[in-house]
């Protein structure tokens, strides 16, 4: 398991390489360019800026999260075979530079979806990002792009700053007639345009999961249960794609059981990386966003990183969404505090399984 923590880069994160370094165990970040818009070229010089910079601070970047898919790719509209080039030129670029995973996901317009980034725990005074179904209703997503701006301490919600509303309502109108079906195949055309580069230059594709795990907003989604995600694995039959499990995303939904779901697909070398994190459900579709410890949450921590070990021990893993505690201030879901938290537990829980299967051989 090598642990490795999400960067957004010098001007776009609050946390610090040196705070990354300093975090036991750490061996380096999940990297992100924030500025390019989805499907444009990273150059090979903005790409070795940035990992130059990881690398003067002692830690790796094996992991690039995210390259953002074009919603032209997954509408799947003529345009969308010059977005499939320049993809399959960042991928090369990325090689280049030492980057062996690249994380993205497939989820029509919007990424992962909160109705609060910053909901109050009352038991102990700290926030952390929730979701309420209920909300979602009343709000609709032109609300919901405003809202999330309004509550996220200057960040927007990924690829959906307040200045492209325009081009949300468009986009939206778009996908009305996009059923799921379609969208695999959709997504069956993207890989098959991107995975033979990924094979020639060593990159390994890590698709995650849909957040919440279900569609919203009468959008299709088709990346959040196993048995979804075995109908993704076999759009394409290559080891260059696999998946990037996420536990709080899928645990978004309590009939994912996450420890059989890694078991799953760890058997079958198809899982390149995970994010791991614990939810509280406080009702239907209604959660939030707890500790990463098992007894704060509605998720089994240890089961989940002893199926990492059994089954895919050599995984990158991160922790994920951290609350907001200590008073900090930052990113939501991305301060440096609880985060670090994270990373010792799951490192214990890590050494602790390691130890105790050892001694018993
Ligand atoms: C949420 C993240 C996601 C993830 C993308 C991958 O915090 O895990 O935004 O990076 O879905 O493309």
């Given at each position: 398991m090598k642990m490795t923590f999400r960067w957004f880069g010098e001007h776009s994160d609050t946390v610090t390489l040196r705070q990354i370094k300093q975090i036991p165990g750490m061996t380096g970040i999940m990297g992100f360019?924030?500025?390019?818009?989805?499907?444009e070229v990273w150059t090979e010089a903005e790409i070795a800026a940035y990992i130059g910079g990881v690398k003067a601070a002692g830690?790796?970047?094996?992991?690039?999260?995210?390259?953002n898919v074009h919603e032209d790719i997954k509408m799947g509209l003529p345009t969308r075979d010059q977005y499939i080039e320049n993809y399959c030129i960042t991928i090369r670029n990325l090689a280049k530079y030492g980057v062996r995973v690249i994380v993205y996901n497939f989820m029509p317009v919007f990424d992962w979806l909160r109705t609060d980034m910053a909901r109050v725990i009352?038991?102990?005074g700290s926030n952390s990002l929730y979701f309420d179904e209920a909300e979602l209703g009343e709000m609709g997503p032109m609300d919901i792009v405003q809202a999330t701006a309004e509550k996220a301490n200057g960040f927007s919600l990924p690829g959906w700053e307040p200045a492209r509303l325009a081009e949300l309502e468009t986009t939206l109108k778009r996908y009305e007639s996009i059923t799921a079906d379609q969208l695999r195949e959709n997504f069956k055309y993207f890989l098959e345009g991107i995975i033979p580069t990924c094979e020639e230059v060593g990159v390994t594709m890590a698709c995650h999961p849909d957040d919440p795990a279900w569609p919203i907003f009468g959008l299709p989604r088709i990346a959040h249960t196993k048995e979804l995600f075995d109908q993704i694995i076999d759009l394409v039959d290559s080891p260059h794609h696999a998946l990037c499990l996420c536990s709080g995303s899928l645990g978004s939904?309590?009939?994912?059981d996450i420890p059989a779901i890694v078991r799953h697909f760890g058997q079958m070398g198809r899982i390149a990386c995970m994010h791991i994190r614990n939810v509280k459900h406080l009702g239907h579709r209604k959660f939030r966003e707890s500790s990463h410890l098992s007894t704060d949450g509605d998720l089994d921590m240890y089961e989940i990183v002893k199926a990492v070990y059994e089954t895919c021990p050599d995984i990158y893993v991160r922790p994920d969404h951290g609350r907001m505690i200590w008073d900090e201030m930052g990113r939501p879901g991305y301060g440096l505090y609880d985060r670090a938290l994270g990373v010792t537990y799951l490192n214990g829980l890590y050494e602790a399984i390691e130890k105790n299967s050892k001694r018993q051989k």
């Open positions: 360019l924030d500025y390019k818009a989805a499907s830690l790796d970047c094996d992991v690039i999260e995210s390259v009352e038991e102990d939904n309590l009939q994912n």
